[in-house]
T-cell receptor, first 114, second 114 residues
Framework: GAVVSQHPSRVICKSGTSVKIECRSLDFQATTMFWYRQFPKKSLMLMATSNEGSKATYEQGVEKDKFLINHASLTLSTLTVTSAHPEDSSFYIC??????????FGPGTRLTVT | QKEVEQNSGPLSVPEGAIASLNCTYSDRVSQSFFWYRQYSGKSPELIMSIYSNGDKEDGRFTAQLNKASQYVSLLIRDSQPSDSATYLCAVKLPGGTSYGKLTFGQGTILTVHP
């Protein structure tokens, strides 16, 4: 399977600050990457689809001004959580899509907002 | 009705037994189906994909798809304690506009006891 990395793996930040999470596709060029959020004991919730060279497509109910996504190259997508609040604390996971439909996930970033 | 439904479990099986995980989906035009394994605190790992009716085997895992019944299952033979995890069923709708978006079930917790 494909290799996807995320950085950082864990971050603690203060309320009101912004946090940037990087997602890298290490062994293939990904025109499409996805960002998910997962709360404890819940399933994955798709936040947005990140397309290289164009604006991200956000799911209903996800604030695009709060969760900024940039997909500037075929191997890197970033998610910035702006003005973070404690309710944004969650497990954020990115994935990259190979040709076809298979998605491979990064290891995830655990965000804690104090 | 949820788009992808799984029994949340927990499903408990003894070591060496067959574990059977089930998933139903609501959209008849779905074409691609995936099973992911997620260990506690980790991101999902793709273990099986299936696209056509019938069985697909890979080692101890067998995926079964019945599009007429809108049903996909995962069998794990010779279950091991290391198979204890949450298993997520994911479905992809056809069409380029979805950018390969997956819809996930809520996951089934599997516990394999020695």
């Amino acid at each position: 399977g494909a290799v996807v990395s995320q950085h950082p793996s864990r971050v603690i930040c203060k309320s009101g600050t912004s946090v940037k999470i990087e997602c890298r596709s290490l062994d293939f060029q990904a025109t499409t990457m996805f960002w998910y959020r997962q709360f404890p004991k819940k399933s994955l919730m798709l936040m947005a689809t990140s397309n290289e060279g164009s604006k991200a497509t956000y799911e209903q109910g996800v604030e695009k001004d709060k969760f900024l996504i940039n997909h500037a190259s075929l191997t890197l997508s970033t998610l910035t959580v702006t003005s973070a609040h404690p309710e944004d604390s969650s497990f954020y996971i990115c994935s990259s899509r190979l040709a076809g439909a298979e998605q491979y996930f990064g290891p995830g970033t655990r965000l804690t907002v104090t | 009705q949820k788009e992808v439904e799984q029994n949340s479990g927990p499903l408990s099986v003894p070591e060496g037994a067959i574990a059977s995980l089930n998933c139903t989906y609501s959209d008849r035009v779905s074409q691609s189906f995936f099973w992911y394994r997620q260990y506690s605190g980790k991101s999902p790992e793709l273990i099986m994909s299936i696209y056509s009716n019938g069985d697909k085997e890979d080692g101890r895992f067998t995926a079964q798809l019945n599009k007429a019944s809108q049903y996909v299952s995962l069998l794990i033979r010779d279950s091991q304690p290391s198979d204890s995890a949450t298993y997520l069923c994911a479905v992809k709708l056809p069409g380029g506009t979805s950018y390969g978006k997956l819809t996930f079930g809520q996951g089934t917790i599997l516990t394999v006891h020695p």
